[in-house]
């Protein structure tokens, strides 16, 4: 029994170490677990702090309670303390940085102290450097530590979004406020403008900046006109699209820095909301203005105004505590706020401002503020169009545009409104902003004046306008010129369409792209006076209408300009039921008291002082107006005052010439109509020598009947190859110019042959004529000819022995040595002739072409040479006429089948060539007088 109970003890026992054993070990698997869960734990809160920040992760509700349990303090702990100590370098270093960073970034009153600029007037223009960074506050990282300058960008970097609660809403204004105080006052006024619209008030918030108003720095708008407003920006974007970004820029920002001058002001517009949404049209319409509106000058400030935008976009969030957070600075950093500005230094400083801008609207610019700064004349691309400032609004310089969007420009002013010299401006401001392989002139004067002459090389002065190819002054009889200047631009039209069609593009500017090694110059015709081109119900008008519609049309896309100046274009009747030509001119200026120029109800002109105009861009549609006072471009200064040589125009002018003249460019070509072209320059043009000897198998010989009346100056000759019909008459009942015309194209033709190769005889009917043919002689003998004279009394013996001579030629019995008869007054030989004597006559005329001999000779009168040319003779024996001081219908009988539409004029003659022309043509009668 004892042993039993024994064994029985052994084993309580050894239970009871079992069951401890077994406590111990559940107390340390307990303890053990417990020590597992509360290291998870703090790693999962270590976690959470390093994935989304501790700051956040503090701040998130849902979190609140486990970072509040004391168990999990030290996760906490560790992140503050690792974060103090990454912090603590920064802080050292950083916000001073950061300060510094801010001086080049924001100088002026962009970033300094408002105590430093409230109530100066800034200078800036824009054209220079512009602040990229705006203080709005002080921000500072935890709750201590050093605060440093927080800004945002703005003008022409982003736009700029505040939020703010029903608390902190005062504080947002107030920041607002001294925001636009900041940029108000770094620019001279008139650079940027303001716009405000607050929904809950008709004045807009803001008042301390309500003194901005008077001078229109400052536009506040109802609460129920945002449409109006938001239309209002998109069309000032569209306006910059096509008036001004029309050289290749993509923004107003590269603009300015290209050409070192801000032409268009910023606009900054402010809305304020109430933190709803907007109407959706109102919202899709913002969103738009906030895509295209930065590169355009448009800057929106949005306050409580929810909106989402795909543009560059900085945002500000205002805490019920007034306190900031903002996209630039990101959420560890808390912003505070300016203070706000004192009121009455705000409204001192606004009233300054306006003053300021008031002095400077009422300033008198100059011709030379429209200039481009030196270094940069002539650099800017015309690809995409024309652009360059012709006057001033407000002080500021207003640009004329001549591009896709207003590809030609009707000028319109009587006579003393100073449309001349409008046009001198524009043409000197294009020059001085475009170099001569960007842009060619034509320019034409239709008054007898000589506003243009100076452009061209003169007596006096030798500089020329390297941008000028062509200077008709002087024209107004000579409607042809401007017929021929619009045939010109037709066929340079159709030869760039020709290359563009080869590129496989379609304008001008593609064209350049496409061919970069071209030379594709912009083309401004400028035509004063041009409805003299249109006076007459003729062959001239009928042409020169057609052309003039299809140059408008088309001329756009090849990069050619029209630029028509006129007292009156009411009256012009081959317009009338052809609207669509003006409709291409969408560009319209108009002087004071202009008529017709402008949309018909548009009547801006009739309260225009001098020196002023009306530049509309909109097809003169009142809401396009813009009044510009153009300054004097002439130099004269003060009425009365002497012409400075080197001021204005000519001061323009001598720079660019000496920039460009010694390039190699030839001179512009002057066109002066009362000048007569001289026979040596004629003679040099058409043979391309002064001793242009022909060898054997060159081309026919040519008889110089004088110039033509082309953009080229072409000389007007006669081919005279051994041809039927190769004879020349000139027709007139008075001497002067018959015997100009007649020794012009006998004596061109004494340098075609070479010494000794041409008989020539020459025959002075007329005493008057002696001279004259002295001098022809003598012409000939100095070129190696042998040459005989005539008198009235044996030329019926020459002629007769000439004629037979021409018989023999015709059976091959005889050489056909070159010969020329010239004949003075030839129908003076009438009573000489007899019978016999003009059958001999009119087989030289008949015959003597093709066997080498031709007659050059001039008839006083039409009946007299047709009654010659009868029986064995023809008109087609006279291949070419030149006739003077005989009326059209006279003409009929020469050239039968035509209408010849002709009256007179001094030094002009009317040419017809049977081998040449299909309708005679108008030539200038050469001087052989040298100068």
Known sequence: MARGRNRRERIAEAFDEFCDAVGRALGAADGALA???????????????????????????????????????????????????????WLETGPPRLAEILVDAAPGSAGRDPAEWIGRVGRADGGGPVPSLWTIGTGRIGTGGPGFPVAVPLLDESHLQITSTHDSRTRAEAM?????????????????????????????????????????????????????????????????????????????RALAEADGVRTEPWVVAVLVGNRSALREDDHRQLQRVARGGLACGVQ????????????????????????????????????????????????????AIAD????????????????????NRGQAHSAAGLRAPVGFTDGRPVDMVLADASPHALIGGPSGSGKTNLMLTMISSMAARYGPDELEFYLLDFKEGVSFAQFAPGRRDQTWLPHARLVGVNINTDREFGLALLQFLADEMRRRAEAAKSHEVTKLEELRAADPDGRWP??????????????????????????????????????????????????????????????????????????????????????LPRWHAVLNHESGIRHGNEIVRIPDATGRGAPGAAPVADSGVHAVQRELYERHAHEGRAEPRLFDGSRAPRFADLVGELTGSTTPARSAGEAAPRALVGQSIDVAGSAASVPLPAAPGRNLGVLASVGRDAVQV???????????FGPGEVDVLIAPLLAETTEPAARLSELFRASGHVTETVALDGVRARVDALAAEVTERLGGAASRRP?????????????????????????????????????????????????LLMMSASIDDLGAWVALDVQGSELQALAPGMAISWSPRPGRGLFFDRAQHAAPEVVIVPSLEEP
């Open 35 to 89: 020590a597992a869960a509360q290291a998870h734990a703090e790693a999962m809160v270590e976690m959470w702090m390093r994935n989304d920040g501790l700051d956040a992760a503090l701040a998130d509700p849902e979190l609140r309670g486990l970072f509040d349990n004391p168990r999990l303090a030290r996760p906490v702990e560790r992140m503050l303390a690792d974060r103090a100590a990454a912090i603590a370098p």
């Open 176 to 252: 607002l406020e001294s925001l636009l105080m900041r940029v108000m006052s770094y620019f001279r006024p008139g650079v940027v403008a303001l716009h405000v619209w607050d929904v809950g008030q008709f004045t807009g918030s803001l008042p301390g900046l309500y003194p901005l108003t008077r001078t229109g720095l400052l536009t506040v708008h109802d609460p129920g006109r945002l449409p109006q407003l938001l239309e209002e920006l998109s069309d000032r974007i569209r306006r910059v699209h096509t008036r001004v970004l029309v050289d290749g820029h993509l923004s107003l």
């Open 300 to 351: 929106l400030v949005l306050l409580d105004v929810p909106m989402t935008v795909d543009a560059p976009m900085e945002t500000v969030r205002l805490d019920d505590e007034g306190l900031a957070s903002t996209s630039m600075t990101g959420r560890y950093v808390t912003v505070e706020p300016e203070p706000r500005l004192a009121s009455g230094a705000v409204t001192a400083a606004c009233h």
């Open 356 to 375: 300021e801008h008031e002095n400077w609207r009422n300033r008198i610019g100059s011709f030379a503020d429209l200039l481009p700064p030196p270094d």
């Open 522 to 607: 912009r083309i401004v015709a400028v035509i004063d006076e041009f409805q003299y081109l249109f006076a007459e119900r003729d062959a001239v008008t009928r042409a020169a209408t057609i052309l003039l519609e299809d140059v408008a049309r088309r001329g756009r896309s090849q990069g050619i300009h029209l630029v028509l100046a006129s007292q009156d274009v009411s009256g012009i009747e081959a317009f009338w039921g052809r609207a669509a030509i003006f409709e291409q001119f969408v560009l319209r200026i108009a002087l004071p008291r202009a008529r017709r120029v402008l949309a018909e109800l548009n009547d801006a002109t009739l309260g």
């Open 742 to 752: 007649l020794g012009a194209a006998a004596g061109s033709l004494a340098g075609q």
């Open 819 to 867: 010969v020329l008869l010239v004949l003075y007054a030839a129908d003076a030989a009438d009573t000489k002739l007899e019978r016999e004597g003009t059958e001999s006559m009119r087989k030289l005329l008949r015959f003597g072409p093709e066997t080498g001999v031709h007659v050059l000779g001039w008839w006083r009168s039409v009946q007299r040479l047709r009654a």
